[in-house]
């Protein structure tokens, strides 16, 4: 159940052990990113600035939370240190509107407005970030869309509806043997 706060609207992004994460929709800056924690009380406000930020994920270690916003004009991934604020990284340029941490790994994933699905790597020293150029990891078909969401075993399931005039369908099995790295 997510918590009662003063916006009307919310939806709910992460669980993780610190507690429940989600973006509530309203106010000045539109959407901006809270936790409820686990062992009770009231919701805090994660991220709360001038601009709208959204869709937290946490990293499997807990200590970066991925999130968009529209910082820079148009919605992109941000890294930011997590549980408490502090150090933050631009992740993505081109715009996004989906983050995910690929499972037990290094790696950001995050769809792009456009379509494609981008991964960055990313390096760890001490309470420092370093995020890789993104690459490349999925081109969907023309005019098809489809959710996307990483596996448990470091891959990626994905759906595609394809264009209406398109008469076959194709099942790709362990598509991402198939991506060079």
């Known amino acids: 159940m997510l918590p009662t706060t003063t916006d009307l609207f919310k939806n709910a992004d992460d669980w993780t052990s610190a507690g429940l994460v989600f973006t509530d929709i309203g106010g000045p800056t539109f959407r901006d990113l809270w936790i409820t924690p686990i062992a009770g009380?009231?919701?805090?406000?994660?991220?709360?600035?001038?601009?709208?930020?959204?869709?937290?994920?946490?990293?499997?270690d807990g200590r970066w939370i991925a999130y968009l916003s529209n910082e820079a004009g148009v919605d992109d991934v941000y890294l930011q240190s997590f549980p408490a604020p502090g150090?933050?990284?631009?992740v993505s340029t081109g715009g996004a509107n989906r983050v995910w941490w690929m499972p037990g790994s290094d790696e950001l994933c995050y769809r792009t407005l456009n379509g494609p699905l981008m991964g960055a790597r990313l390096t760890r020293q001490g309470d420092e970030i370093e995020v890789a150029e993104p690459r490349l990891v999925l081109r969907f078909p023309t005019g098809g869309s489809?959710?996307?969401?990483?596996?448990?075993?470091?891959?990626?399931?994905?759906a595609c509806r394809a264009p209406a005039s398109s008469a076959a369908a194709r099942v790709i099995l362990d598509w991402t043997a198939l991506v060079k790295r």
């Open 41 to 60: 009380g009231a919701p805090r406000r994660l991220i709360r600035d001038r601009f709208s930020e959204y869709g937290g994920e946490v990293s499997p």
């Open 87 to 90: 150090h933050k990284t631009r």
């Open 146 to 158: 489809g959710p996307t969401r990483p596996t448990m075993g470091g891959g990626c399931s994905s």
